[in-house]
């Protein structure tokens, strides 16, 4: 806008908004858009935006939607180029003639369209010159202005309102000139599009772009900060928004030093997000996908062949790697797309988690809401769901948030950045370790405390269930102990062993108490052991307040920094002085609470 008006003063008015002015400011906005000729909008997704917004663009003669929730962006509108449902309820979409020039781009797999939409940017405009008809301008007008929009940067975008105005309302020969009485600019109102790569691998310590995973790789292994302990530290690839890259985001760059700091090697990847699932699926490998691809072509060597031959990658081509990290929020298959229809392609993202066989993980910052609110509230209800649900619906099998927004600017908060990289390692170390070294933990439902409801479940055999559980893991070649796998009253007795337990004239005096009681009991009955622990209110105050060394570069620049004991203060706000606190929880005499097991 600042740019624009330099260079062309008088020319466009130019009325910019985020999301949370829609709220904040909903005089300002619907004022604008009363009397908008264009309306452009980028990543809304919250519902009651989309509906808020809906209801005031109708009389909007050009409406550009991008990267937003379905039903925002069917209200996209350029000339007779629109998006809106037709009778049938399907999209109207481009003219046959262009649907047939877009199935030319792409691998044919339904799940890879959007990839190949993307791919048709770069010569669809050229191509769509060909074609005759005003739709098939509009739509070149479309996607000429989405190409500019998805390259990003201050000259593109200033190009992209220049390319609307010369475009949709005739000012090919306007200049400002003819506007105000300041002479002619000599800068052009349209710029030659300035590319960078659809996807590509960054680092801190390597000037521009690596084109792929593969060169990154190379790279690193020579000059990369844990290049000497490339066998031993676990591999990560990380999927990173592409705006947020080519826009200097903060924290990009901060992430990448953070988990190599903490022992993990990242292998960066940008996207523009619905190209994911191609990535991880063609460019990236794992030691158990190679293990099954040796069994099969030792099975079938020609098959194995063919097969390669068509999914169009080898061997030697993708990256190894020990876990997938998504920072991006949107789901592995569909991208933006799919935000809103969770699970849409659930079969699709099974099969490619499924045959990588690695941890994938969804960390991301915070982008519905700032880091102020986020401390002050916690996550937000859309927040959750966008960070924790979906995801859970797409295959992913942790969720760590990583920052916010502070401004117009994202930062990371360190520790959540440590956390992520231990969850990392211990995912990985997990994955590798042998099933006869793995310990689980089972968790019962017995709410209530007291009162008999251990190991409950509507219209469920709890007891039952404990048994295939334990019989499955023996099979599987877990360590079950002295456990009498086969006997048809053993889950019975695990349940009526964890009811005493929970007992209050046991557990009031703690755990020792309890294991000297009914210890003896348990070994003989289930080969087991009681165990356990009393939590004090000290040691669970000590656990749950940070390091008060921690800083503005812990939380971003904050106007304010939070409390070191405000997870404490907010708990103790709940139940009381945590010091006193005697119901709920199992607790002693003396305050500590008792958890055994």
């Known amino acids: 806008s600042v740019s624009l008006s330099r260079s062309h003063p008088g020319l466009v008015d130019l009325i910019v908004f985020n999301d949370q002015d829609i709220a904040n400011r909903p005089a300002d906005v619907e004022g604008a858009l009363a009397s908008a000729d264009v309306f452009f909008s980028s990543l809304i997704f919250d519902f009651d935006q989309v509906e808020w917004l809906n209801a005031r663009i109708k009389d909007v003669p050009y409406k550009f939607i991008f990267e937003s929730a379905l039903e925002l962006m069917s209200s996209t509108r350029v000339g007779e180029f629109e998006m809106k449902p037709n009778a049938g309820g399907k999209k109207a979409g481009p003219p046959p003639a262009v649907k047939k020039v877009l199935g030319l781009f792409g691998s044919g797999k339904e799940e890879d369209k959007l990839v190949g939409y993307l791919s048709f940017l770069k010569v669809g405009p050229k191509l769509l010159k060909y074609l005759p008809g005003k739709k098939v301008k509009d739509l070149r007008n479309w996607l000429t202005v989405y190409a500019y929009w998805n390259e990003g940067g201050e000259e593109n975008v200033t190009s992209m309102v220049g390319y609307i105005l010369r475009e949709c309302f005739d000012t090919a020969s306007l200049t400002a000139s003819s506007v105000t009485s300041t002479s002619a600019p000599s800068a052009p109102l349209v710029k030659e599009l300035v590319e960078t790569p659809p996807t590509g691998c960054l680092h801190p ?44 985001q903060p924290y990009i760059m901060d992430l990448i030093s953070c988990l190599e700091k903490e022992g993990v090697i990242p292998v960066p990847i940008f996207i523009n997000g619905v190209e994911a699932h191609t990535i991880v699926r063609d460019q990236l490998t794992s030691e158990a996908e190679l293990a099954a691809e040796r069994d099969e072509r030792a099975k079938d060597p020609l098959g194995a062949a063919v097969a390669g031959l068509m999914q169009g990658t080898n061997g030697t081509a993708r990256v190894t790697i020990d876990a997938v990290i998504n920072t991006i929020g949107f789901p592995l298959v569909g991208g933006p797309s799919g935000t809103m229809e969770g699970g849409r392609q659930i079969d699709i993202s099974k099969s490619i988690l499924s045959s990588k066989n690695v941890p994938y993980m969804v960390a991301a910052p915070l982008l519905i809401q700032d880091m102020a609110s986020w401390v002050d509230k916690g996550i937000a209800g859309l927040q959750s769901v966008v960070l924790y649900s979906l995801p859970e619906l797409d295959g992913a099998i942790d969720t760590v948030p990583l920052g916010a927004l502070v401004g117009e600017s994202i930062y990371l908060v360190p520790e959540r950045v440590t956390r992520l990289a231990g969850r990392v390692k211990s995912w990985v170390s997990l994955r590798r370790k042998q099933a006869s070294e793995k310990k689980i933990g089972i968790v019962l439902y017995g709410f209530p405390p007291g009162v008999g409801a251990t190991g409950t479940a509507a219209l469920l055999n709890v007891p039952k269930s404990l048994e295939n559980i334990f019989a ?9 102990g002295d456990f009498p796998v086969g006997d048809p009253d053993a889950g019975e007795r695990i349940v009526e062993y964890l009811k005493k337990m929970s007992l209050e004239e046991l557990t009031c005096r703690g755990v020792d108490h309890v294991r000297e009681k009914i210890g003896e009991e348990v070994t003989s009955a289930l080969g087991a ?65 008792v958890v055994v097991g």
């Open 205 to 248: 310590s390597h000037p521009g772009y690596f084109e792929s995973p593969q060169a990154y790789v190379a790279w690193y292994q020579r000059e990369g900060p844990l290049a000497s302990r490339w066998n031993e530290c676990p591999r990560a690839a990380v999927l990173l928004y592409r705006k947020h890259v080519i826009t200097e």
């Open 472 to 480: 499955s893991l023996k099979d599987a070649g877990y360590d079950v």
């Open 529 to 593: 052991t009681v165990a356990g622990t009393d939590m004090v209110a000290e040691r669970l105050k000590e656990y749950l307040t940070f390091d008060e060394a921690w800083g503005p570069s812990e939380w971003g620049p904050l106007t304010f920094l939070p409390s070191p004991d405000l997870l404490v203060t907010k708990m103790e706000a709940a139940w009381g002085d945590l010091a006193k606190y005697r119901s709920g929880l199992s607790t002693t005499t003396s305050g500590s609470a």
